[in-house]
């Protein structure tokens, strides 16, 4: 096979080819579409402030 790589514009044509991929691949993987769901959010409070979050480092060198 020969391809060829070009830069283009992002197309809504484009755009809607790398969501539907991209969902599939994440219903695949995690066997429910997420994407009918609200977005939801994961928060740390101390004493109803927000806490800092420290970066993982697990296999960081």
Same mark, same amino acid.
């Given at each position: 096979m020969n391809f060829q790589i070009k830069q283009n514009k992002l197309t809504d044509e484009v755009k809607k080819k790398i969501f539907q991929r991209? /969902?599939?691949r994440a219903i695949k993987a995690t066997g429910m579409n997420?994407?009918?769901e609200d977005?939801?959010?994961?928060e740390i409070l101390d004493k109803e402030k927000a /806490?800092?979050?420290k970066p993982a480092t697990v296999g960081l060198s």
């Open positions: 991209f /969902a599939h997420g994407l009918n977005p939801i959010s994961f /806490a800092g979050v």
